[in-house]
């Protein structure tokens, strides 16, 4: 059985930093990109940050491009997403999701990241 199991999310203040884990069960971790999602209250989910397999090359939505920062670790079937001068707008549950080339997908079931003063 396929699980994405996040943790990390907590309340930080702005210009603080966080850093949110993805640990993968279940699948050949290698075979997958790695992505992190994140939902506001009343907002559609939105894509962050993207790090492909193999190549490792990363993508990232404009709004956190120079403070955040995507990374895996393959021996260990984890993915990071390092969060740098937060702001407000950064409050949201964060998710993790993993595509295979093969088109299999899979989505984590969230953690929290809340900034306020």
């Known amino acids: 059985q396929v699980q994405l199991v996040e943790s990390g999310g907590a309340l930080v203040q702005p210009g603080g930093s966080l850093r949110l884990a993805c640990a993968a069960f279940g699948l050949t971790f290698t075979d997958y990109s790695m992505s992190w999602y994140r939902q506001a209250p009343g907002k559609e989910r939105e894509l962050v940050a993207t790090?492909?397999?193999?190549?490792?090359?990363?993508i990232y939505a404009d709004s956190v491009k120079g403070r955040f920062a995507i990374g895996r670790d393959d021996v260990e079937s984890t993915a990071y997403l390092q969060l740098n001068s937060v702001e407000p707008q950064d409050t949201a549950m964060y998710y993790c999701?993993?595509?295979?080339?093969?088109?299999?997908?899979?989505w984590g079931q969230g953690t929290q990241v809340t900034v306020s003063p």
């Open positions: 790090i492909e397999t193999f190549t490792h090359r990363t």
């Open positions: 999701h993993a595509r295979s080339s093969r088109g299999a997908v899979y």
